[in-house]
Structures are given as C-alpha cells and as structure tokens.
C-alpha cells in the first residue's frame, strides 16, 4: 500500500535518528504586498504517535494542498507540533532591509526561539549562516520533512489570515483573493490606485510604474 504524503515526509525526518526536529519556512516571499510570514516548527518523534501523528497523514507542501485542507492541517500541525514559532515581517521592514536579509533573519530567529533545543534543524533551501543553530538547508525541503512541511502550512494560513484583515483595511486592491501576489487584478488596482503601505516598494513591479499623463 503506497505511503500517503505525510507518512513519507514523517519517514524523512525519523530516518535522522533523533528525537526533536525542528523545521522552518516562510511564506510571501514573492509577493507584491503583505508582510513575510516565517515559521519553525518542533516536533518530538518520541511523542508523536498514535492519534497525535494520524491527522498528520496528509501533510504536504502548502502550495500543494487546497485552502480548506491548510486549515484543517493547521489545527493539526498546532496539535501534533511540541513548540511553534512565528515572525511576521511587514512590508516597511523588507523595504529597508532588503528581502533575502529578511527572510534569514526571520528564519534564524524562529528556530532559535524553539524550545527544546533539537537535535536536527532543518530549512527549505537555504544556508542561514553561523548565527543560526547548527542546520541542514534541504532543497525542495517542504516536499521532503514533516518539520518543514508543517512550518511551511503553519506560515501560509496565518499570511492568508492577514492578508483578509488587510482587505478589509485596503479594499480596493483585492488582498483576500491574491493575498498580494501579482495579478492582472491587482496590477490595474496599483495602477488606478496607486501602491498603499501595505506594498513593498522596493520591488521593481510595473504596477508601480503609472502612466504618465500627457
């Protein structure tokens, strides 16, 4: 009987051998508006069995799981996961200091925030450099570890969250259906508009690029 998703991403991180793997992720990097979400999660495989792993089945990817399971595997993530950590980084933040810088800070920060202290530290793709926890950067990690994997559904729902709180502040540019990703939508609002403080004006964008009238 073939594995389901999350069984295999399980099987990945119990393979390491140790008892608490932490996992960490972002969501929004490649938005137009919005905050970047990062997450770490950590779970302790000595716990983790019975009907605390069985709602975890269907792990996966968050950008391979439809909305309404990304909740319902949020619930489970949050009940399933010894610790969690969160860092929403706005706008404004990525502005002045750049998007890469943020994204390893936020994802320094939050494995550093876990408690225990793991016994593997692992990230989606990237080196954090020597003031993080000593980690593993694993390419396409989200396909591949329950840790990253649960961090990654952790960040997305709590972005998707705040981008419909934003809409209701914004509502001329459409957050809750885009969640500030570039779309033609959104592009003919940021156009008719103009970007709000909710933008990232540090990326070069042609909706920010308004036609000049003659």
Request: proline fraction near 6%; include cysteine.
């Amino acid at each position: 009987m073939p594995l389901s998703t999350g069984q295999r991403l399980l099987r990945h991180d119990r393979r390491l051998g140790v008892r608490f793997v932490a996992g960490a992720d972002e969501a929004g990097r490649g938005s137009l508006a919005g905050p970047l979400v990062v997450a770490g999660v950590l779970l302790d495989y000595e716990t983790l069995r019975g009907h605390r792993v069985r709602p975890l089945a269907l792990l996966n990817d968050s950008k391979q799981v439809e909305p309404a399971e990304r909740e319902r595997l949020y619930h489970a993530v949050v009940a399933a996961a010894s610790r969690i950590s969160l860092r929403v980084i706005a706008a404004a933040e990525i502005d002045a200091n750049g998007l890469h810088r943020s994204n390893l800070w936020g994802l320094r920060t939050v494995l550093s925030d876990l408690h225990p202290l793991a016994d593997a530290y692992l990230v989606d793709g990237f080196r954090l450099g020597p003031l993080a926890p000593p980690h593993r950067a694993v390419v396409d990690g989200d396909t591949k570890s329950a840790a990253i994997a649960a961090a990654s559904i952790v960040a997305k729902v709590t972005r998707d969250r705040l981008m419909r709180r934003l809409d209701a502040l914004y509502p001329r540019y459409g957050f809750s259906s885009h969640v500030g990703y570039i779309t033609p939508g959104h592009t003919r609002a940021v156009v008719a508009h103009g970007p709000c403080p909710q933008h990232r004006r540090s990326f070069q964008a042609r909706a920010y690029a308004r036609p000049v009238a003659a």
